[in-house]
């Protein structure tokens, strides 16, 4: 079994193949940049995409993600280290505050996009109601959506 992570291709042990995804990337890959919250499908911090759709990685096991395209928040910037769109409007409006939640934010942000190019209000709330910020970043966070989207 293989997986498809970042448009490079990864071995998957067999140990490996019942766990989750977000586990396999963190631990066997090394792409922390993909948070452990809730570890339940509920809080959204390991967020990524499977196939351009915004997927919660910690209740998705190994073997169903073979054969999808994944993206990590590694895998957005182009390899010339140049940032996308979404990540430089992050950094535009200051969004983070501890950061903890922010990847899975710009992962399903990036999925909103995909869909919608100008996305509505209530699309862009619809997209981010299930990824929580303790913080309070929402705010912001609408603003740099609006700005990535322009
Ligand atoms: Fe996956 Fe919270 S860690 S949704």
Redesign the pocket.
């Known amino acids: 079994m293989e997986l498809t992570i970042n448009g490079k291709s990864h071995p998957v042990p067999p140990l490996w193949q019942e766990e989750s995804l ?1 586990f396999f990337i963190r631990e066997q890959l090394g792409l922390t940049g993909t948070k ?11 967020t990524v995409l499977l196939d351009g759709q915004a997927q ?4 998705l096991p190994v073997a169903q993600a073979s054969g999808h395209e994944i993206r990590t928040i590694e895998g957005l910037a182009e390899p010339s280290g140049k940032l996308h769109p979404v990540q430089q409007a992050w950094i535009t409006e200051a969004v983070p505050q501890c950061g903890y939640c922010q990847a899975g934010q710009i992962m399903s942000t990036v999925a909103l996009l995909s869909e919608h190019r100008q996305p509505t209000q209530e699309q862009i709330d619809a997209a981010l109601a299930g990824n929580l910020c303790r913080c309070g970043t929402q705010k912001r966070i609408r603003a740099a959506v609006t700005r990535a989207a322009g």
Do not use: I
């Open positions: 977000l452990f919250g809730c570890g339940a499908g509920l809080c959204g911090a390991c919660r990685s910690c209740v």
